[in-house]
Nanobody, 122 residues
Framework: QVQLVESGGGLVQAGGSLRLSCAASGRTFSNYDMGWFRQAPGKEREFVAA???????????DYTDSVKGRFTISRDNAKNTVNLQMKSLKPEDTAVYYC????????????WGQGTQVTVSS
């Protein structure tokens, strides 16, 4: 089992920044690809960003098109954490953000966090 706990959500004005963090405990964190998903009211949960298990300078990241250039995902395998730095936030980024642990660039999700609310006001 892997337990995931998100933090860092909140209310921010459009154009502002937030940093989400996800703390993992349990089974070997470094064995998993990690990612962030989000779900806006009335919409399905969608992929936001992922980082593969290696987590160092050669690691591979992936982003949905709408956040490229604004969001940055990173991980620290020594601290069992994965972060999502969000800049230039837009009202359409408003959603509950979920941390996830999985495989194959998050095409397989093994564990979910409980989510953290991000609200961007215009």
């Amino acid at each position: 089992q892997v337990q995931l706990v998100e933090s860092g959500g909140g209310l921010v004005q459009a154009g502002g920044s937030l940093r989400l963090s996800c703390a993992a405990s349990g089974r070997t964190f470094s064995n998993y690809d990690m990612g962030w998903f989000r779900q806006a009211p009335g919409k399905e949960r969608e992929f936001v960003a992922a980082i593969d298990w290696r987590g160092w300078s050669g690691s591979s990241t992936d982003y949905t098109d709408s956040v490229k250039g604004r969001f940055t995902i990173s991980r620290d395998n020594a601290k069992n954490t994965v972060n999502l730095q969000m800049k230039s936030l837009k009202p359409e980024d408003t959603a509950v953000y979920y941390c996830a642990a999985g495989q194959k660039k998050m095409t397989i999700i093994d564990y979910w966090g409980q989510g953290t609310q991000v609200t961007v006001s215009s």
